[in-house]
């Protein structure tokens, strides 16, 4: 293609009017946080108040850390018309060769083909482009990401105010798209906020009607003689209710991760098995579940609802990296630097005892210069649609609370490693945990059960008859007051609800230990209890305990509180 001289601006005529063009810009601009059709129109209105017959708007794509071209590409005008796998190639190729160094420290660019390097101009010839302004998106992802004004006429000397719109019109595009995605997040975490309501309020009536049946299962398991059939099927029966409990805990975790009792270490292998359960449940059939849990008794001092929204978090991000399949797999294993059989690691801590939990995938990897910013807050490989950049930030911060280490690596193209070292704890078992139940009968003490749900409350009455208690029930907060103030002999010890109408537990528990200091009480819930809210332990209650109840822990904790 022959290349002539550049022309002036008064020789190209006098400008077109901005003001309409600038007001229709903004408006498109309001539109695009709407919709990508809101782009698109704002770059059709730049068009001519750069005086350019083609816009050229180039991304780095997220969700494509394993893709040959991991970029996006828009254009506006009649140069559009030209064939976009082969404009995508040339301005890839031109970004990453001539363009690369500007780009990357943020300068900008203008004038006609003929005063850039052979290799630029055989590129820009071959769609037909003549001259060229071009400027680098703020934050938009290296050398890949600009906006380019092209002039397919003739050469041209840009306009001195022509670098200035473009960089103006760069920095509101971003911030229009930035815009579109917060407000997507902020909506999708207003859904995640309802739906997180309603099951929490589902998990908590299904732990009610879990409570009643395994309150009739442990009294029917203590009347029949073991072994035989009808005990095995009393014992696969309870087993269920577990199994039950364990689903309604995940709902709960999920609807407020927040919650849980902060002061309970984790023992990581059941809480790992737990995990590797709920994944091979509910994930694709494409993606294989490996679990390899370590040492029996290793523990660390993070909660278990905590620990296990770190791992499923970390699982996730895997399963996502691998959409057409693979095998995710969970370890973990004793770390301790120097120790026979430790093999060194430069990411790991350099000295002290801990659990090092590694979750792996064989998917698309993530690109070397990607990998150093994963736990930056925002930044995401995966497409907008999918990713909040915010997961593996939070990991980072939960891990470092904790006074752990999280290291990665990753090969593109086989897959990323995900190890995370947290402090090791020791964990001494309590004798009395482990007593069967017949050894923490009672000695006829006077219990006073208070439950809205008679299933539940008969269900429990029964159960503490059976073993050695003399339980009395009341349906309501406000009787159970009544009955410790008109009664002249108080009973020795309240297992109260928390979450009942009228008078909820919480303003129960305040009025029993108004009228009776002394009081003896244990707090139940089908509810988790929310981190740093009201604590019933911190308000004058022996304990805390989660429906359905779990018989060696309610009897342990009678005898504790009757101490």
């Not at 060229?132 to 938009?140: D, H, I, M, Q, R």
Request: glycine share 10%; with cysteine.
């Amino acid at each position: 293609m022959q290349t002539g001289p550049a022309q002036t601006p008064e020789q190209r005529g006098p400008a077109t009017p901005r003001e309409p063009h600038l007001a229709a810009f903004a408006r498109c601009l309001r539109r695009a946080v709407r919709d990508t059709a809101g782009l698109d129109r704002a770059l059709s209105e730049l068009l001519p108040l750069l005086d350019a017959p083609w816009l050229v708007l180039m991304q780095r794509q997220p969700g494509a850390a394993g893709s040959r071209c991991p970029y996006s590409l828009r254009t506006a005008g009649p140069g559009a018309g030209c064939d976009p796998q082969a404009a995508m190639c040339a301005f890839c190729i031109l970004a990453h060769s001539c363009w690369r160094e500007p780009l990357k420290r943020g300068r900008a660019s203008a004038g006609p083909v003929c005063d850039r390097s052979d290799a630029e101009q055989a590129y820009l010839n071959r769609l037909g482009v003549r001259s060229l302004a071009l400027v680098p998106l703020p934050g938009g992802g290296g050398a890949g990401s600009f906006l380019a004004a092209c002039d397919m006429a003739a050469p041209r000397a840009w306009r001195p105010g022509d670098l200035r719109l473009l960089e103006t019109a760069a920095e509101l595009l971003v911030m229009a798209v930035r815009h579109k995605r917060t407000r997507a997040e902020l909506l999708q975490a207003q859904k995640m906020g309802i739906l997180g309501s309603l099951a929490g309020g589902i998990a908590h009536d299904f732990n009610n009607i879990l409570a009643s049946i395994s309150a009739f299962i442990q009294v029917m398991r203590a009347d029949t003689p073991a072994p035989g059939e009808r005990a095995q099927d009393l014992k696969d029966m309870a087993h269920e209710v577990s199994r039950g409990a364990e689903l309604a805990r995940q709902i709960l975790d999920f609807a407020h991760p927040e919650q849980g009792q902060t002061n309970s270490p984790t023992v990581v292998n059941p809480c790992l098995q737990r995990i590797h359960r709920l994944l091979g449940r509910t994930l694709e059939k494409a993606v294989c579940v490996r679990c390899e849990p370590g040492r029996e008794s290793a523990a660390v001092a993070m909660p278990p609802a905590l620990f296990q929204q770190l791992v499923l978090n970390l699982a996730l991000n895997a399963r996502d990296a691998m959409p057409e399949g693979g095998t995710l797999t969970i370890r973990a294993s004793p770390w301790a630097p120097g120790a026979a059989g430790t093999p060194p690691d430069p990411e790991a801590p350099a000295s002290g005892e801990y659990v090092c939990v590694e979750v792996g995938d064989t998917g698309s990897g993530i690109l070397p210069e990607d990998l150093p910013k994963i736990f930056d807050p925002f930044f995401s490989t995966k497409a907008k649609e999918f990713g909040s950049g915010l997961g593996l930030s939070i990991v980072d911060r939960i891990v470092h609370a904790y006074d752990g280490q999280i290291a990665a690596r990753s090969t593109p193209g086989k897959g990323t490693v995900i190890r995370i070292y947290l402090p090791a704890i020791e964990t001494a078992p309590d004798p009395a945990e482990a007593a069967p139940p017949e050894k923490l009968r009672g000695g006829g003490q006077t219990i006073l059960v208070v439950d809205d749900e008679p299933l539940v409350l008969r269900g429990h009455c029964r159960l503490l008859e059976r073993y050695g208690y003399r339980p009395d029930g009341c349906g309501s907060g406000r009787e159970a007051v009544e009955r410790l103030r008109t009664k002249r002999e108080h009973p020795d010890l309240v297992i109260l609800n928390l979450d009942m109408p009228a008078m909820s537990g919480r303003e129960c528990l305040a009025e029993l230990l108004e009228t009776e200091p002394a009081a003896r009480v244990i707090v139940v819930s089908g509810h988790a209890l929310p981190r740093g809210a009201w604590d019933p332990v911190a308000a004058g209650a022996k304990a805390f305990l989660s429906k359905p109840l779990d018989l060696t822990a309610l009897l342990r904790s009678i005898q504790k509180a009757l101490r």
